[in-house]
């Protein structure tokens, strides 16, 4: 059992052979990696001969796929390249017009680039503040835990909250902030500017984001070895270039976890606090790419764009994801 | 063996589920959007309802705004389980009246047998709801934009109350801001491009878009960057840029700002009587909405609000029950109380003049002025109100180019232009889509 598994394993590279020289070279690699990985003794769960056990394990997480995501896909994929009522009692396939209008639309245009800005700053600020939050976390000796769930609360805030609470706090005509910024000579007003109000959302989305990240960092921190740390302030490393020679690359691929996971938030989780602070405004100018799914699709009555759209996001976020992979993940450092 | 055991087990709850509802009274639901002060009064309607007769139960269900309410009921009529009866905003006409999915109220009660006086009720009310001169969905809660204002920064300033044209205001508006009376002139309302460039143009005989606002056809295309609209946002625009105006913006309600004594003036829906007599801690009073100096007589002004929508795919003696309901609402006593509890107007001339009767706008003259707005003159082409397919995307549309103005992005030509433009696209999808349902001539 166990030794024909190795076998399948290794033969699975060499049965594609490209050229003769890299075939070889690829096969000692391969067999060279397999082995040890098997040998190390790794546990194999034991089932038991048959499919039967297995697939009754994993139906309950293949039920909620096919409910919750596949079937969900394949209505969005079909509606996409129909024109309906929002009944359903008139229905007509339209091919893709209705990605062609989005393309066409500078509506649509508008929402891609708020969204490419939104995320990208969400995305540094969210991770940047938590580095630093984290960061100091390590030199907090009285209170830390107290510190910690200050820091941990945001999350526990529901969105819809969160977004009200900025948009109060920043209203030009009630906000105190907004007055500490009057008082600054800064002429304030995110229901009429639009870059106010993209700051504005990606202040509150970031704010909201800030602990998820925090704690993972924390965490990783934590696993950076004190040896390290210790060698390092012998040899005369102070606290801010131990963390930025030491615990920063070490925390590589955490970092790089959260900037995913940041992206994914970005994409799809900050529907609410957009809708409570600016409702897409003004002028379009917050209104990102999931807001805009729901208003034309819920709001607006527009299932066939709204299909559409989403589909679209879907594929920006698969290919955001992927890039992500692809040029990141070789530049971080996963060993120890 | 064991799938019979769970057949059975199966019809037997079904039977648990049915058996009751046999029993007793015929239950139908009503997914309504009221929610607050006048979902209390909603419930108030229904269960004097209940109460008149021992036939027929209705449940109000409260089913969040009126997005999540069209969301509901549309969901659920995909699920083959909708509700007997549905409240939906003036928006979403088109949208249920061409659905297939709906039974024309007019067509019920007169089925049921009941009489039902469909001419009693005021035009700018009945045009609305009405598809061919019978009435698609029985008027429930009709407003109408007013001009609310606060008398102490009026009178300080020197003036009696607000004046009837948008010029002589503009004035007024300036002379309370210079006097240093008020920081804010007005304040600008959520639902502006209802009141401030639909109501707008039927008030001023503008029209929106042609084939008489969308009466004639599903061809129709939007005309206003052609009207006084855009000098009615350039207008808008000037006075924000002069702090004449304010934007409550995200957090904060418009109506807040006036109540509160801030802004000096309102316009807003006469629905909002119940709201501002319970927060206002000013001397308020309210007026018509003003109009343009060269536009004499101003016309009626149009209707917001909801129906009741009734929905196919029910059993007939659920209808009966349903009938019920809709006489009761329509009848004068039920539009007289309502009237009065929330400060919609009441849909039948029947029910306004028992009003009056009674003396009861001696003791609350602003809730005269919705009725006699929405009933002065004859509604034309341009009053009637508002047929377009769509309407509230081409709204959104409209609602961001005008937001576009505000930021000083654009001009108010170049916003309106723009606008159309977008709004035609739209209503272009939904004409191919409703391409061969028949409008010709529906008035």
């Known amino acids: ?119 990208v700053g969400q995305n540094a600020l969210t991770l940047s503040v938590a580095l630093v939050l984290a960061f100091a976390t390590d030199h907090i000796i009285k209170g830390r835990s107290v510190y910690r769930t200050i820091i941990l609360l945001p ?74 740390m210790e060698a390092a302030a012998v040899d005369g490393a102070g606290p801010i270039r131990r963390f930025v020679s030491i615990g920063l690359p070490m925390l590589g691929p955490t970092v790089f976890f959260l900037a995913v996971m940041n992206f994914i938030y970005g994409f799809f989780e900050t529907f609410a606090i957009i809708d409570a602070v600016t409702k897409g405004g003004p002028a379009g100018a917050t209104n990102i790419l999931v807001y805009k799914v729901y208003v034309d699709g819920f709001v607006n009555l527009d299932l066939g764009s709204s299909a559409a759209q989403s589909v679209l996001l879907m594929s920006f976020a698969l290919l955001c994801t992927l890039l992500q992979f692809r040029y990141f993940d070789r530049k971080v450092n996963y060993g120890v | 063996m064991r799938q019979n055991t769970a057949l059975l087990a199966l019809v037997v709850a079904m039977l648990a589920f049915v058996a009751p509802a046999q029993a007793a009274r015929i239950e139908v639901q009503w997914w309504h959007a009221m929610s607050g002060v006048l979902g209390d009064r909603l419930n108030e309607v229904v269960e004097k309802f209940n109460k008149s007769q021992d ?55 007169e089925k049921q047998g009941y009489k039902v006086d469909f001419a009693d009720f005021i035009k700018p009310v009945a045009s609305f709801w009405s598809y061919k001169g019978r009435m698609s969905a029985l008027p429930f809660n009709s407003s109408t934009p007013i001009f609310w204002y606060n008398k102490d920064h009026f009178q300080k300033a020197g003036f009696d109350k607000p004046a009837d044209t948008w010029q002589e205001l503009e004035k007024q508006l300036y002379a309370i801001k210079a006097k240093g009376i008020s920081e804010c002139g007005t304040v600008l309302p959520g ?104 536009i004499n007589p101003p016309l009626n002004s149009t209707i917001g609000g909801g129906a009741i929508w009734v929905m196919k795919g029910h059993t007939p003696e659920r209808y009966e029950a349903v009938a019920a309901f809709l006489n009761f609402v329509a009848q004068p006593e039920t539009q007289v109380w309502w009237h009065g509890a929330t400060g919609y107007v009441p849909a039948t001339n029947r029910a306004y003049e028992l009003a009056r009767e009674r003396g009861y706008y001696k003791d609350h003259p602003t809730r005269e002025i919705a009725v006699l707005q929405l009933s002065r003159g004859v509604p034309n082409e341009n009053s009637r109100g508002f047929r377009f397919g769509n309407f509230v995307q081409t709204m959104l549309a409209q609602r961001q180019e005008v937001e576009a103005v505000f930021a000083g992005q654009k001009s108010p030509q170049q916003a309106m232009d723009d606008a159309v433009k977008r709004g035609n696209e739209i209503l272009r999808q939904f004409e191919k889509l409703n391409a061969g349902k028949n409008l010709d001539g529906d008035r």
């Open chain 2, 191 to 294: 639902d502006f491009y209802w009141s401030l460039l639909e109501n707008y143009s039927a008030i001023n005989n503008q029209p929106y878009g042609t084939l008489a606002n969308g009466f004639d056809g599903l061809g129709t295309e939007f005309v206003y960057n052609k009207t006084k609209v855009v000098s009615q946002v350039a207008r808008l625009k000037k006075w924000l840029d002069d702090g004449i105006m304010q934007i409550a913006g995200q957090g904060l309600s418009p109506e807040q700002l006036f109540t509160s004594g801030r802004c000096s003036t309102f316009v807003n829906s006469t629905a909002s009587h119940g709201n501002i007599e319970r927060n206002a801690t000013i001397n308020w009073s309210a007026t018509f909405l003003p109009h343009e100096s060269d």
């Open chain 1, 1 to 119: 059992m166990r030794s024909s598994a190795i076998g399948r394993d290794v033969a699975v590279p060499s049965a594609q052979p490209r050229s003769a020289a890299a075939s070889v070279s690829h096969r000692a690699a391969a067999r060279k990696k397999a082995r040890p990985a098997q040998e190390a003794g790794l546990k194999r769960a034991n089932f038991g001969e048959g499919p039967g056990l297995p697939t009754l394990l994993l139906l309950p997480q293949l039920l909620i796929l096919l409910f919750f995501f596949f079937i969900p896909s394949l209505r969005a994929l079909t509606q996409s390249v129909l024109l309906s009522d929002p009944f359903g009692t008139t229905v007509q396939f339209v091919w893709f017009d209705n990605f062609k209008a989005l393309f066409a639309n500078g509506e649509y245009r508008q929402s891609m680039w708020v969204t490419l800005l939104f995320t």
């Open chain 1, 155 to 228: 999350y526990a805030i529901a969105p819809a909250i969160a977004g009200i609470l900025w948009a109060f706090l920043f209203n030009p005509a009630v906000g105190p902030l907004a007055h500490v910024l009057h008082g600054l000579g800064i002429a304030w007003d995110p229901n009429l500017n639009p870059n106010h109000a993209l700051i504005l959302v990606t202040l509150a989305a970031s704010w909201k984001h800030i602990c998820y990240d925090y704690i993972f960092l924390v965490v990783g921190l934590l696993a950076v070895p004190v040896s390290l």
């Open chain 2, 55 to 109: 036939k027929y139960t209705v449940v109000a269900v409260a089913k969040g705004n009126y997005d999540e309410v069209t969301n509901g009921v549309i969901a659920a009529y995909r699920a083959k389980r909708p509700p007997e009866m549905v409240q939906i905003a003036e928006r979403g006409y088109m949208t249920m009246l061409l659905s297939e999915a709906v039974v024309p109220v007019q067509d019920l009660l």
